[in-house]
């Protein structure tokens, strides 16, 4: 018996909703921005470099916007 991916991974709905998400982070992220907020995107692999790389990366965030 083989196995078969979901047909739901293929949708282009999926792409749509993606996509749709995707330009509304955006645009709250630049609501943000213009309200004087600095903002940062984590994403998870950053989280498993490590605790003392994710403070690193923060910190450099923020220095570099002074």
């Known amino acids: 018996m083989a196995l078969e991916m979901p047909s739901s991974l293929f ?15 955006k645009k709250n992220e630049q609501a943000l921005i213009d309200d004087g907020w600095l903002v940062m995107t984590i994403r998870e692999c950053e ?8 403070v690193e990366l ?7 916007r002074r």
Not at 47 to 54: D, M, N, S, V
Not at 59 to 64: D, S
């Open 58 to 64: 923060v910190r450099g965030t923020i220095e570099g």
């Open 47 to 54: 989280l498993k470099e490590g605790l003392a790389r994710f």
């Open 11 to 25: 949708e282009p709905e999926m792409h749509q909703s993606d996509a749709r998400n995707r330009d509304r982070d």
